[in-house]
């Protein structure tokens, strides 16, 4: 089995696993035919990025510990779904985004240039 692809068409790097992040929870942002919010982009959260994302009722920041999770907080990366990163790119709140980590279905909601736009680059 092929590895899945970034959006550079290399193999895909992990995400964080500190938070631990993805739709399957691996640390990666890969993704299925189930993963309805395609949480394919690996970005390093801001505050203005998490806001936005608060006000429109995807609060990241507080902690559900039902769930497991930890909430985020500034420059914690994270696979977010690319129609959110996309709406926050839109409004110049977007948070800086690894290619290497970002799954190539991102691509079919953001265009390349637009993450490319965004990118921490390889030191991420």
């Known amino acids: 089995m092929l590895a899945p692809l970034n959006v550079l068409g290399t193999p895909i790097k992990p995400c964080s696993t500190e938070p631990m992040t993805g739709w399957f929870r691996d640390g990666c942002c890969n993704t299925d035919e189930n993963d309805h919010g395609s949480h394919t982009v690996c970005c390093r959260v801001?505050?203005?990025?998490?806001?936005?994302?608060?006000?429109?009722?995807?609060?990241?920041?507080?902690?559900?510990?039902?769930?497991?999770?930890?909430?985020?907080?500034?420059?914690?990366?994270?696979?977010?779904c690319a129609a959110s990163w996309r709406a926050a790119y839109q409004v110049g709140v977007a948070a800086p985004v690894v290619l290497e980590s970002t799954h190539a279905r991102a691509l079919s909601i953001v265009p390349l240039e637009e993450l490319m736009e965004n990118s921490l680059g390889e030191e991420a």
Not at 62 to 77: I, M, N, V
Request: hydrophobic letters at 35%; proline letters at 11%; a negative charge.
């Open 46 to 80: 801001t505050m203005p990025f998490l806001e936005y994302l608060a006000v429109r009722g995807n609060d990241l920041i507080s902690p559900a510990p039902q769930h497991g999770f930890p909430g985020l907080k500034d420059g914690d990366q994270w696979c977010v």
